[in-house]
């Protein structure tokens, strides 16, 4: 079984869980623009994670100060925190990504494995701007149902592919904000080569961002990813080991130059 699949089957027993809780929810933190953060800027904008261990490297950074962490983010220019919510496989949790939407004035993504709109309610109430739908995890009709609920939440939709085929999917909803995860999730190898493969289908769509995500580790991979037609990049394990998060995040924005085809 692949651990997308294992993480899927995990993550219906959470949304039973919090289907059961019947929690009175309030959605009222305040909600910043992602597309606005990332659309037509001359640098390369970063999605700085907050990333206590994964399924790929096990624990990365388990005691992590998410607060300390994610002003340290806001503070070097990032333009939004993707802060992973999933607790067996990933360490995180709705109280860390409540944490960290009130400590800082920048849009905070969760990044978890979307099945139910009630996850999308727990997103918003802990302070989400935006939500992660990964197309790989969902059939055609539950993908557009979700993101449709999303959208009348106000929220923004980072829309995650891992091929041509699924980027075409996620064209099909009029997703604006695009992830293109270059981590093969059956065996974790990192090829930034899938942001090259997939922008090209992406070319002509310009009122969408494409953000390149996973394994982007120093500024040669950000000018390669740049280079390929990324508006942003989202990292995690590079920022999370750094011993200096500032000058990690001004080695990766870099100034944006387009390939020439
Ligand atoms: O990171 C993993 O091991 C992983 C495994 C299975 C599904 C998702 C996974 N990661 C989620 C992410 O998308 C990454 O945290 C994110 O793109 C940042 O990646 P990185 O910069 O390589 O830490």
Sequence with gaps: MTILQQILDEKVNKVAELKMKKATLNFDLPLYSLYDALIQKDTLQIIAEIKRASPSKGIIKANVDVV??????????????????????????????????????????????????????????????????????????????????????????????????????????????????????????VDLKHTQTIAKAFSNNTDQVLVSESGIKNTEDAKMVSAYGASAILVGETLMKSENVEAALQMLAVKKVREVE
Excluded: W
């Excluded at 995650?160 to 996620?170: C, D, F, T």
């Design 68 to 189: 300390k962490q994610a002003q340290q983010y806001e503070a070097a220019g990032a333009a939004c925190i993707s802060v992973l919510t999933d607790e067996p496989f990933f360490k995180g949790s709705y109280e860390d990504l409540r944490k960290v939407a009130q400590a800082v004035s920048i849009p905070v993504l969760c990044k978890d494995f979307i099945l139910d709109e009630i996850q999308i309610d727990y997103a918003r109430a802990n302070g989400a701007s935006v939500i992660l739908l990964i197309v790989a995890a969902l059939e055609s009709e539950r993908l557009r149902e979700l993101y449709t609920y999303a959208n009348q939440m106000n929220l923004a939709i980072l829309v995650e592919v891992h091929s041509v085929e699924e980027y075409e999917r996620a064209h099909a909803l009029g997703a604006k904000i695009i992830g293109i995860n270059n981590r093969n999730l059956k065996n974790f190898e």
